[in-house]
């Protein structure tokens, strides 16, 4: 039909029905979150974020499930602030929720994280994903998401 227009936003591309958490660890992190532009994905910047996103989504679970978590996703750089790592992991077991670590590095094949870092993300990430190339993260969503 002539004239008639769509809003971008009102078009369904995916249809899985999952909903993921992305949250990414300043300064970094956050940066490389910021630019994963998706309905079915909310990028919160905090474990204060993700627990009122949490506590909000259950209320309305009864609802509409497809606004619940599936899955939390945080992505990192070697150097980022994981102060709050283990408190948004402590949510998501709480939650039933998994949690992947994707570490974002300079260079490939490099574990240029230390091992205090490496212990704090081994014990609060269910899943991790090294990797070298910056847009691994959105092609793993879309993969995930698909």
Request: net charge neutral; proline share 4%; glycine share 4%.
């Amino acid at each position: 039909m002539a004239g008639l227009s769509v809003p971008e936003q009102d078009i369904p591309r995916y249809q899985t029905g999952r909903k993921l958490a992305l949250i990414g660890t300043p300064p970094r992190g956050r940066l490389l979150a910021a630019q994963v532009i998706r309905h079915d994905v909310s990028i919160l910047n905090s474990v204060n974020e993700l627990r009122e996103y949490t506590v909000r989504t259950r209320q309305t679970a009864e609802k509409d499930k497809h606004k619940q978590i599936d899955s939390i996703v945080v992505v990192t750089r070697p150097g980022d602030d994981l102060a709050e790592i283990p408190a948004i992991y402590t949510l998501a077991v709480d939650a039933h929720i998994l949690v992947t670590t994707v570490i974002v590095t300079a260079k490939k094949c490099s574990s240029n994280t230390s091992a205090g870092t490496n212990a704090i993300l081994q014990g609060s990430s269910d899943i991790i994903v090294r990797t070298s190339d910056e847009s691994y993260l959105r092609y793993m969503l879309e993969c995930v998401l698909a």
